[in-house]
């Protein structure tokens, strides 16, 4: 599955667009390399994801095309979470 498409489907980011737009600043790394939108995610993958100030990190449990918002969030879990002062 794309990046993009899994980050919408797991709502990670609300949109498509906005998650290629993420990628294609270099702000999401997949198993420590710079991942595309276009970039092919598996089960297993460790993803660092930059919003901003904060710094998520987690692992993708499940691949679906389609979920229901109530299970999105059993698609990855939540390894770390910190806040970067710039």
Do not use: C, P, W
């Not at 990046?3 to 990628?23: M, N």
């Not at 997949?30 to 990190?57: P, S």
């Not at 499940?62 to 879990?77: G, H, I, Q, R």
């Amino acid at each position: 599955m794309r990046l993009d498409k899994f980050l919408k489907v797991s709502r990670l980011i609300k949109r498509r667009t906005l998650a290629k737009e993420i990628a294609d600043q270099g702000r999401i790394l997949i198993n420590g390399n710079v991942a595309k939108a276009a970039t092919n995610v598996a089960t297993g993958d460790e993803m660092k994801i930059q919003f901003g100030q904060k710094l998520l990190t987690i692992q993708i449990d499940d691949l679906k095309e389609t979920v229901k918002k109530d299970e999105a969030s059993n698609l990855y879990t939540i390894k770390h979470e910190e806040y970067i002062n710039q």
